[in-house]
């Protein structure tokens, strides 16, 4: 087991170089200057092809992609002073760049809406799992009846429904137009301020989140524990005399949580990574929306900062999903 988890941290490593390698590239090779919304920001939107060679020149961008490659990691461990519209800025380590939209340290703006991105993250998250694998072990000890049809159709419909529309139709009716009071209020509150304003600003994205992204688990839970209640081992549990909430969720669901945990690894990973829509709708001041805007802005730092955020919080996912396999189903070995 530790020689695998070695193996795949150092793999996961190279991944994590290989990507913030093409992202760099792709952004100094891009179709637009790096330099030009600095350059449009300092002279009013009148930047002239000299100008933009000048600006250029200042940050770095007329050097060798090496060797600001190298500047790049060098500051990420040991921080770095930058050059930005010439005034030199000291970036402390870990230094992800400046923002050229809002003038701030990367990190410092990435740690700002860190909180807000893992409360919505892990909340949402949660109600897959709570309403998911419940309703699908349900539907699958009744598999065949009417109850069965029902709740596998109404979240078949569900699922069906773009999520974005999901959210907007529950923001628009819950918030704006029932104004329920519990439900009403959007956005984020951190915690330690206001744990009731935090709680009551991030029910409605937990259960746009929950129910909307629970269908999959349920369809997931459902089949895998249709086949497992099919073993050998689960007729010779139940041969024994064992009651029957004992063979379904100590024997059957333990196996049949297995496909489960990959795909709520990967979900995890892409909730912690921005949930871009949830974001946007509820104007919660998220990692997503952090990176969307950082794109309308062209600011290439903050897109570039969240991309590399997006590979270590995907290579950690998988890493753990691996481990937990080993736990829910010893017939799973790591070696």
């Not at 190298?70 to 002073?81: H, P």
């Not at 010779?236 to 379904?248: D, E, F, Q, S, Y």
């Not at 995890?268 to 871009?276: D, K, N, Q």
Request: hydrophobic residues 45%; aromatic residues 12%.
């Amino acid at each position: 087991m530790f020689a695998y988890i070695i193996k795949r941290l150092l793999a996961g490593v190279v991944v994590i170089i290989l990507v913030s390698m093409a992202i760099f590239a792709l952004f100094w090779y891009g179709p637009s200057s790096p330099a030009r919304p600095i350059c449009l920001q300092e002279t009013s939107n009148r930047c002239t092809p000299e100008r933009l060679e000048r600006y250029e020149e200042q940050m770095g961008y007329n050097n060798n992609i090496a060797a600001e490659y190298g500047a790049y990691v060098k500051g990420v461990f040991t921080g770095r002073e930058m050059n930005v519209g010439g005034t030199t800025i000291d970036c402390p380590a870990p230094c992800l760049g400046f923002s050229f939209r809002s003038r701030g340290l990367i990190w410092d703006e990435m740690t700002e809406r860190l909180p807000a991105t893992i409360s919505l993250a892990v909340g949402g998250a949660a109600l897959y799992l709570i309403i998911g694998i419940p309703v699908g072990v349900a539907a699958a000890r009744r598999r065949g009846t009417l109850g069965d049809k029902m709740l596998v159709t109404s979240f078949l419909f569900i699922s069906s429904v773009p999520y974005y529309l999901l959210a907007l139709l529950a923001w628009l009716y819950v918030t704006l137009i029932w104004d329920i009071p519990i439900l009403g209020s959007s956005g984020y509150t951190p915690l330690l301020e206001n744990p009731a304003k935090w709680f009551t600003g991030l029910l409605l994205p937990w259960l746009c989140l929950g129910i909307w992204g629970s269908t999959q688990y349920t369809r997931y839970t459902r089949g895998a524990m249709v086949e497992t209640l099919g073993e050998d081992y689960i007729r010779t549990a139940k041969a024994k005399g064992l009651k029957p909430n004992t063979v379904i969720y100590k024997h059957g669901l333990r196996s049949a949580l297995v496909p489960v945990v990959t795909i709520f690894g990967i979900d995890l990973g892409l909730l912690l990574a921005g949930t871009l829509f949830t974001e946007r709708i509820f104007e919660i001041q998220g990692i997503g929306l952090w990176g969307l805007r950082g794109v309308y802005a062209l600011d290439l730092p903050v897109v570039s900062a969240t991309a590399l955020f997006t590979a270590i919080i995907m290579v950690s996912a998988n890493l753990i999903v691996d481990i937990v396999y080993s736990v829910l189903d010893p017939r799973v070995r790591l070696s």
